[in-house]
């Protein structure tokens, strides 16, 4: 019997031999295999399902925040004001990753990165992380109010602190509601992205920051600090007052003014009326080198350091550019058309950069990070990104733009008892009949608070209905009314 | 042989359970700083608790079982208490229950040890016990008491508590079968009348017949296929055991081959176990789920483990009880996967060496039937959550949650003592 004994055991044994090999099959030979599988959502789910910081803005609207919930993923990602905020939240997909300030700031919010000074041992073991909400710069009320201000016409409005380039509204439209995007049905999550995907207004894109234009007139503030920076024999000269600028080198075409007007005078003056003979001509008095130079200076060809992701460059020709465009493509760069392209919140650094004597600070959305039990954790500290001209030139065109604002193009962004510096552009978007209608601003002129780009796009006809003046001042007007509380 | 394994003894089994105690109060205090990142409150409560209980094991091993075999304490000690640390880490209501039933199976241990002072004695009770054995495992099926829990009809309800009867089963149905083929053995024994071999076979078929047929009630009216196979893998290996040749296990063999086939052809349930057992994949996410995210939580762990409370096996559906396993090997990985594996083949080989070295055929018998209960029903339990058998819903002995389960463990390592200390009375 005892030899039986022994044979059974030997038996089992083997059944123990093989169970092993069974376990190394699992977790050696096949593990990467398995772990690979895409029905292995083990760490999707995690970092899914893991706790994440809340959004908010400064004057403490939740925009994003996360819900426990009863299914695999425990928790559910919420954004409170939906579509308004969505360009500047972005959204938290299972499927499709994230955007906005949901992927920007995702380590803060997870508690992905570490503060410093945790000791070695808790780092080992730490998994749940601590989790760190965010406070944006973006106020809710303005945001709210360059939402509706813009309605449902396709464009954008960004407005920021000059001084500290703190965004305080950034709309998009169209927008899209977030929400769908978050769910945790599948099925659910892929036709919301599917729509979104084909709907031909592309209402995923953010077009505050990730879509350039032509600037149209409103580059002229640039070409107009060109002049002072490079040609001061050019401050004081009076241009002839034409109808059309012929141009050397094109084949006998020529540059005309908006609505076949004739205008002509000092910088000043070009710049009240947006005479584009008179601008095309300082421009190619600078110089094709110069204008470069200037654009650069104020942030073209530059991804602006935006905490956002994948913000796009804004492009003016380079000097090796201009070697090839010669003489028509400095005068039409110079009035912010052919070659150049700009995203709104280019086009707001530009207002920022004259109202902040010549000074670009970073812009930024984030404020500061705040632990669960609301103790600041960091505090976003302002940071000059470049030096777009001299504090001399920044003055001198102030001026030119209070005098645009007070009797020029754009007296519809007037505030009653605010001084407000603006231009206007009528972009020609290179489809027959359209522009872009745009205005650049700030106030109060004096010790500028708001800093503010606004674009609709695509408005029909190029008569005086369709200007900057006309579509985009009074949006504008409203938004920095808001964002002064006048 | 005695002498011996006292001399031995008394440095062996205590230094042992030291080592399993600073292994899982090591565990238990990992499985905190993965999860929080700080030391457990209750670390010293913990062990005390731990050794508490495990030290009364001891002291009960020393004081009623002298000169039993020393390490098969400090084994399961090492087994209940890993279980306890994963179960703690997977829910922490369970673990409360679990340290409770954990108590009362150390008390049935000192308990069983009291009570039989001679296994020889257990004989005397062999149609008590058979007929409990039987009733044990039927009674879920009884309407008004049983209850079906996970599609499996297997547990008892009385009052708050409910109780799976076929943990105890098992061990009386052990017992008699023991008793039973002692005497029959000579009348089994192939060739052993010649003359009268058809007279023989045919007076053999009876308890073959009859423990078939009970495996066949318990796989179809309780939907119970680990508990079908492991009774009836028990009775085949004790009757070889105790007859010799293969005639049994091949004729049990067959036999179990054709009532699992036609279980196959009329029984879904049945069905469905083997379909999802062949390719899980195809139905990740409906009835082969619980197989696939297994499989994704052992990948997770590989060779060394994500660590305790570092991984996420909360995944995987009935993980505190008969996927235990899979929580083992995505946190501890292989190496401790491999370790509980290796813990069970000791119990094995220190089971079969008390069987062998055992003074009585009936006790000998007795100690290859508990060891082969705990043997084929982790590998049973092993090799389903690995894929190597079809899974079926058995615990996994000392480590899962359950206190039934915990519970019959702890007689049965009682019953193992006893059989390995011999008949001198305390």
Known sequence: MNDRIQRLGLILGVAFCLLLAALTRLQVVDASKLQNDPRNTRGLTESFSSDRGSIQTIDGTLIANSDVSNDEFKRQRHYPEGAVFAPVTGYLSFTYGADGAERAFNDVLTGGALPKGDDSLRQLFQKSRHTRDVTLTVNAAVQRIAASALGDRRGAVVALDPTTGGIIAMVSSPTYDPNPLSAHSQDAVRTAWDGLQNDKSHPLLPRAYRESYPPGSTFKVVTASAAFDHGADLTSKVYPTLKELPL??????????????????????????SCNTGMASVGLDVGGDNMSAEAQAFGFDNKPPIDLPAAAASHFPTAPDFKRLLEPGIAFSSIGQQDVSATPLQMALVASAIANGGIIMTPHLMDHTSSEKGSILSRYKPSEWRTATSGATAAAVKQMMIDVARRGTATRA???????????????????????????????????????????ESQQGTGDAATGGRVAAPIAQQVMKAALGA | MNVALRRGDSGTGLSLLLVAGVIVGAAYALSSLGETASLPVNLLPFLLVFFGLMGIAYLAMRRFAPGGEPTLVPIVALLNGLGYVVIARLN????????????????????????????????????????????????????????????????LQM???????GELAKICLAIFFASYLTERAPLLTPGALPGSALAARAR??????????????VMVMEKDLGSSALFFALFVAMLWVATGGYLWPLVGGVMFSIGSFFAWMAFGHVQERVRIWINPWTRASSDGFQLVQAAFAFAAGGVVGTGLARGTPQRIPAVATDLVFAAIGEELGLVGAAAVIAAFALIVVIGMRIAQRAERPFEQLLAVGLTTIVGVQSCLIIGGVTRLLPLTGITLPFVSYGGSSVIANWVLVALLLRISAGDKPA
Request: proline share 6%; aromatic share 8%.
């Open chain 1, 248 to 273: 050397p080198h094109s084949g006998g075409r020529s540059l005309h003014n908006f609505g076949g007007e004739r205008c002509g005078g000092t910088i000043a003056d070009l710049l009240r009326v």
């Open chain 1, 414 to 456: 007037q505030i009653p008892g605010i001084t407000v510096a603006a231009k206007t552009g009528t972009a020609q978007t290179g489809t027959a009949n359209t522009s872009h209608a745009w205005l650049i601003a700030f106030a109060p002129a004096e010790a500028p608070k708001v800093a503010i780009a606004v674009i609709v």
């Open chain 2, 92 to 155: 922490r209501d369970l673990a409360a229950n679990q340290a409770t039933w954990t108590a009362v199976g150390v008390l049935a241990f000192v308990g069983t040890l009291v009570v039989v002072r001679r296994a020889a004695d257990l004989e005397r009770y062999r149609y008590l016990l058979m007929l409990s054995g039987i009733l044990l495992l039927l009674a879920p099926i009884a309407p008004g008491i049983g209850v079906t829990k996970n599609g499996a009809r297997l547990w």
């Open chain 2, 159 to 165: 009052g708050p508590f409910s109780f799976q009867p």
């Open chain 2, 204 to 217: 053999a078929l009876g308890p073959l017949a009859g423990a078939w047929a009970l495996s066949l009630i």
